[in-house]
């Protein structure tokens, strides 16, 4: 079980769970969207930073600078 463990952190950066709020509201913060803005875009592409990102204009290595 420690090796599901391992995976979900590397998961953390590349989804996005809608489930937390604190996601929500660093990814909003992270992507200069609303946080309704960024639910909406979830709901249209699916949790994947990469493609919510796409969605909203964003530039992928502009997020982790």
């Known amino acids: ?3 599901d ?9 590349e989804r996005i769970d809608i489930r937390e709020n604190s996601e ?3 990814w ?3 992507l200069d969207v609303s946080q309704d803005l960024l639910k909406d875009a979830i709901a249209r ?6 493609d919510v ?3 909203l204009g964003r530039q992928l290595w502009q997020l982790y600078v």
């Open 1 to 3: 079980m420690a090796g």
């Open 5 to 13: 463990m391992a995976g979900s952190s590397r998961c953390d950066r």
């Open 53 to 55: 990102a796409k969605a």
């Open 45 to 50: 592409v699916g949790p994947l930073v990469a």
């Open 28 to 30: 909003s913060v992270r």
């Open 24 to 26: 929500i509201q660093d």
